[in-house]
């Protein structure tokens, strides 16, 4: 016979035993089905890794000296230039051998050679570069060959903390995956370092390899959302990727081998505020001259020959407004110059000194430089 204290320890073991069936039934049952036979990555990896390439590029560099023969007959320097080999990644996004890379994995080479997931080789030709925005377009023969291609997402949609996938060749480590998460949207390039590009970047902490450039960045359900370019060499977690909706606005170009077109008036500029002009006109070693005390952007330098310095703008000019529209930021400016477009006149509203003045400004074509 079991005593009164025995019978409570037996229902409290049985209460216990009940609740834990019971949790351990909830919390199967709170597991999403999407994530219970394999991850999301898996899943990512297996729809668009297969369209992820390797692109080994060769460049031959010619001797500095080869066009002084007298240098080159007392140091005994050989005619034949020597060869300077490359390596980074690119996805296929056409079954007929269309891929997206970056404009500096593939600028000015002699020869690329496309290593497909599976093992297969093609040479590949490079249709067009832009080195303002970082994007080429190689195409390889497919000698009638099936290749697998990747889905291209919308970037538009994205938002901070959505998943992101990086897929490339990072120091000829082929097929390497890291994740992470959009860590902002829209980084200028400026405030990334890299002043002489025109592109708002995407930051994730995924990590962004130099084998990585080119390389698609996917999202959680494997399309790709943008393509890996930057990483800061000062800072560890930080890569930086091309928005998907940029290289599909300018493809067309690219594959086409036309001038990608990229507006400019020709100024360098600071946001400016009447507390940093109060600042620098009390100060008598102020490189600057008495600014307007307004709010807008500053201009520090016209360039030559530019469509600014054409149209009489002037060192401490303050732009207030374009076509009507209030400015408070160089980027905002750089936005309406690019959605303007090429030989456009552009209303820019200035300060200068006391006078408020108006001046036209005819768009030119910004020169890429490799």
Same mark, same amino acid.
């Given at each position: 016979?079991l005593s009164h204290?025995?019978?409570?320890g037996?229902?409290c073991?049985?209460?216990s035993?009940f609740?834990?069936l019971?949790l351990a ?5 709170d597991?999403?089905s ?9 899943k990512?990896?297996?729809k668009?890794?297969?369209a ?5 590029t ?8 080869s066009e002084?023969?007298?240098l080159?007959e ?6 034949i230039?020597?060869?300077e080999?490359?390596?980074g990644s690119?996805?296929i996004?056409?079954a007929?051998?269309i891929?997206l890379?970056n404009?500096?994995v ?5 020869k690329?050679t496309?290593?497909?997931?599976d093992g297969?080789?093609f040479?590949g030709?490079?249709?067009g570069t832009?080195?303002?925005?970082d994007l080429?377009v190689v195409?390889?023969?497919?000698k ?5 291609t990747a889905?291209l ?5 994205l938002q901070?903390g959505?998943?992101a ?5 990072? @120091?000829?480590?082929d ?8 860590s902002? %949207? &829209? ?8 002043g002489d590009?025109r592109?708002?970047? @995407? ?10 450039s080119g390389?698609p960045?996917l999202n959680?359900?494997?399309e ?8 800061r060499a ?8 091309i928005p998907?909706?940029k290289?599909k606005?300018?493809?067309?170009? %690219?594959?086409?081998g036309?001038?990608v077109p ?10 400016w505020t ?6 620098n ?11 307007p ?10 360039v ?8 009489g703008l002037h060192?401490?000019d303050v ?8 400015v ?5 400016l750089?936005?309406?110059? &690019? ?7 552009l209303k820019?509203?200035?300060q ?12 030119a074509?910004?020169?890429n430089r490799?």
């Amino acid at each position: 016979m079991l005593s009164h204290r025995s019978l409570s320890g037996l229902s409290c073991l049985l209460l216990s035993l009940f609740l834990s069936l019971f949790l351990a039934k909830s919390t199967l049952a709170d597991v999403p089905s999407s994530l219970s036979a394999e991850s999301f990555v898996v899943k990512a990896i297996n729809k668009t890794g297969p369209a992820v390439v390797r692109i080994d590029t060769e460049r031959l560099i010619k001797d500095t000296f080869s066009e002084e023969p007298l240098l080159k007959e007392f140091f005994g320097l050989s005619e034949i230039p020597h060869e300077e080999r490359g390596q980074g990644s690119g996805f296929i996004i056409d079954a007929s051998g269309i891929l997206l890379t970056n404009a500096h994995v593939v600028d000015k080479a002699d020869k690329v050679t496309v290593t497909l997931k599976d093992g297969r080789i093609f040479n590949g030709t490079v249709q067009g570069t832009d080195v303002l925005t970082d994007l080429a377009v190689v195409k390889i023969d497919t000698k009638g060959e099936k290749l697998p291609t990747a889905p291209l997402g919308d970037s538009s949609k994205l938002q901070v903390g959505d998943w992101a996938i990086a897929v490339g060749n990072p @120091l000829g480590l082929d097929n390497t995956v890291t994740i992470g998460i959009i860590s902002t %949207l &829209e980084r200028s390039a400026a405030k990334v370092g890299i002043g002489d590009k025109r592109v708002d970047f @995407l930051q994730t902490d995924a990590a962004i390899n130099p084998g990585n450039s080119g390389g698609p960045l996917l999202n959680a359900q494997g399309e790709v959302i943008g393509i890996n370019t930057a990483i800061r060499a000062n800072a560890t977690g930080i890569g930086f990727a091309i928005p998907i909706n940029k290289a599909k606005s300018l493809q067309s170009y %690219l594959t086409s081998g036309k001038e990608v077109p990229h507006p400019y008036i020709g100024i360098e500029m600071v946001n400016w505020t009447p507390e940093l002009a109060k600042e620098n006109n009390n100060d008598p070693n102020s490189p600057l001259s008495i600014v307007p005390e307004v709010e807008g952007i500053l201009v520090v330098r016209i360039v030559p020959n530019s469509p600014a310095q054409k149209a009489g703008l002037h060192r401490g000019d303050v732009i207030t407004a374009v076509n009507g529209e209030k400015v408070r930021d160089g980027g905002v400016l750089q936005s309406i110059v &690019e959605r303007t477009g090429v030989n456009e006149s552009l209303k820019l509203k200035l300060q200068r000194g006391d006078a408020p003045i108006e001046v036209s400004v005819q768009t030119a074509q910004l020169k890429n430089r490799s």
